[in-house]
């Protein structure tokens, strides 16, 4: 007969290595789908300075690590496979996966949010020549030269603030006529003379020559006016996705694509829990996420032991 798990957690960032932790260590018998690596979108993260414990912050591959390995010290069971479809409807609960199905009695979905493309014309062919979705991951390649990136929120605004130290020139390509980003990077930013904005607007064409980015046409968003501006590189950071699209029609999804649930991790499933960005709520953090991982935990015992949907 199949092997049928206490919990199946789906997905290997901090809200799931954090779920993969409690599980084990309460003794229930769970496993851990990762896709790629431990980590998650964390591990492509250069430096942490918002972790508690780490008085001199950490990088997100380190953290990453020593996430994996603190729930794999109570003998988690971790399998890099990626799931493609799920069935919530039995008490039983599948997941489809290339190395075949798994099933649990109890699911946690912790699979993250992926950042968001610009949707232009040879935008994947040019990822990775000169196309960047991670600033403290690739900007090193990026000393002396001048780079543009797009976005205005936190992320944005801590990737030009970093590029801002390591390349000649910095562009910002916002579609507003201010930072959405918190004040703390506002006045750094502002002061960076190599850093130049350029408000309202967006960019509209990726220019490149021998499969190589070359240079960006940003248009203003009121006037409608094209300027090319040259560069070696341009970092994209327009916000995140959830990692859903498996999901559709399954469980209830907001708007954006983000699993709808509370503090309490629970979703309209019964023994189905969504923790970390995944889910829908005011702040996504690796400290949040990690929080969603042990509640999550809390309420698939509760359901395990019988007590259903309790508050």
């Known amino acids: 007969m199949k092997h049928v798990y206490d919990i199946l957690i789906i997905g290997g960032g901090p809200a799931g290595y954090t779920a993969a932790l409690y599980a084990a260590r309460a003794g229930f018998d769970a496993v851990l789908l990762e896709k790629t690596a431990a980590g998650g979108q964390m591990v492509l993260t250069g430096e942490i300075d918002n972790y508690p414990g780490f008085e001199k912050g950490i990088d997100g591959f380190t953290l990453s690590r020593k996430m994996q390995q603190s729930a794999e010290r109570f003998d988690i069971k971790t399998e890099y496979t990626e799931v493609t479809a799920v069935d919530f409807s039995g008490e039983i609960k599948k997941a489809e996966t290339a190395k075949g199905d798994f099933q649990a009695k109890s699911v946690i979905i912790s699979t993250g949010a992926n950042p968001r493309k610009l949707g232009l014309l040879g935008e994947r062919e040019l990822t990775g020549r000169g196309i960047h979705y991670c600033a403290h991951c690739d900007g090193r390649f990026y000393k002396d030269k001048t780079v ?164």
């Open 148 to 311: 543009v990136v797009v976005g205005g929120g936190n992320s944005a605004a801590s990737a030009a603030l970093y590029l801002s130290r390591l390349a000649r020139k910095v562009y910002v390509v916002h579609r507003r006529d201010t930072l959405r980003a918190t004040k703390v990077y506002h006045d750094p930013l502002l002061k960076a003379e190599n850093v130049e904005f350029f408000w309202n607007s967006t960019v509209s064409e990726l220019v490149a020559d021998d499969d190589k980015l070359t240079g960006v046409r940003v248009r203003d968003v009121h006037t409608g006016k094209i300027k090319t501006l040259a560069c070696d590189g341009i970092f994209v950071s327009i916000g995140r996705k959830p990692a859903t699209e498996f999901l559709t029609d399954v469980i209830d999804l907001d708007p954006l694509g983000y699993i709808i649930a509370g503090e309490s991790t629970r979703t309209n499933i019964e023994g189905v829990y969504a923790a970390g960005d995944v889910r829908t709520k005011p702040l996504r953090q690796i400290v949040t996420a990690v929080s969603d991982g042990a509640v999550a935990v809390h309420y698939a015992e509760a359901y395990l032991a019988g007590e259903g949907q309790t508050l």
